[in-house]
């Protein structure tokens, strides 16, 4: 069982920058692969960004050069450091932990089998 916890969001200007923190507990944190999904409204559930260890990372093509996802495993926290962000990025954000065990960073949505609450990220023009 991991329980995941966000928080972070918010309503910010096209052009600002959020930060979004995700805390887990009740597996070994560090063995997680951890990610970053979005939904917008009417559309599917989609990957911004995913992490393994701390330097292994993937990140959709919308996203590439102005999101940065991290993680401390010390404080079993995942980070999304969201900057120049632009209507499109309006979206319901949630953190995912994968707890299957595989060589390479997992980026399917299938298999990330734990979820965040989920939090709003609206972005202005």
């Known amino acids: 069982q991991v329980q995941l916890v966000q928080s972070g969001g918010g309503l910010v200007q096209t052009g600002g920058s959020l930060r979004l923190s995700c805390a887990a507990s009740g597996r070994s944190f560090s063995a997680l692969d951890m990610a970053w999904f979005r939904q917008a409204p009417g559309k599917e559930r989609e990957l911004v960004a995913a992490?393994?260890?701390?330097?292994?990372?993937s990140y959709s093509d919308s996203v590439k050069g102005r999101f940065t996802i991290s993680r401390d495993n010390a404080k079993n926290t995942v980070y999304l450091q969201m900057n120049n962000l632009i209507p499109e990025d309006t979206a319901v954000y949630y953190c995912a932990a994968a707890t299957i065990t595989r060589a390479t960073l997992i980026t399917a949505r299938l298999e990330y089998d734990y979820w965040g609450q989920g939090t709003q990220v609206t972005v202005s023009s």
């Open positions: 992490i393994k260890w701390i330097d292994t990372t």
